[in-house]
């Protein structure tokens, strides 16, 4: 079964920093694709970035290109996400999810097959 745990939200300044953990457990992240997404109040879950696999594809939203970064640690089984430079429009809930063996990311939410619970970050400014 697998399991995603997102950690690491709380509230930061602008232009502070945040990493958000994503722990995989129940099968070996180096089989599935990872993405992070992020939903605040009144407005649709969002893409904010992914990485492939193999880990040798990533893709960002606008919004997130040169501040946020993902890599992976496959010895934890876990995927980071850090995010510099924060906004207040930042703030939201940020989720990981994860799908099956896949070589390229998925943007959409839908593309996607197991979810985390989601960790709240707050920016102020």
């Known amino acids: 079964q697998v399991q995603l745990v997102e950690s690491g939200g709380g509230s930061v300044q602008a232009g502070g920093s945040l990493r958000l953990s994503c722990a995989v457990s129940?099968?070996?992240?180096?089989?599935?694709?990872m993405g992070w997404f992020r939903q605040a109040p009144g407005k649709e879950r969002e893409f904010v970035g992914g990485?492939?696999?193999?880990?040798?594809?990533?893709d960002y939203a606008d919004s997130a290109k040169g501040r946020f970064t993902i890599s992976r640690d496959i010895a934890k089984n876990a995927v980071l996400l850090q995010m510099n430079t924060l906004k207040p429009e930042d703030t939201a809930v940020y989720y990981c999810a994860a799908r099956f063996s896949s070589g390229y990311v998925g943007t959409r939410s839908s593309w996607y097959d197991f979810w985390g619970q989601g960790t709240q970050v707050a920016v102020s400014p």
């Open positions: 990485v492939s696999r193999r880990g040798d594809v990533t």
């Open positions: 129940g099968v070996s992240l180096s089989n599935y694709a």
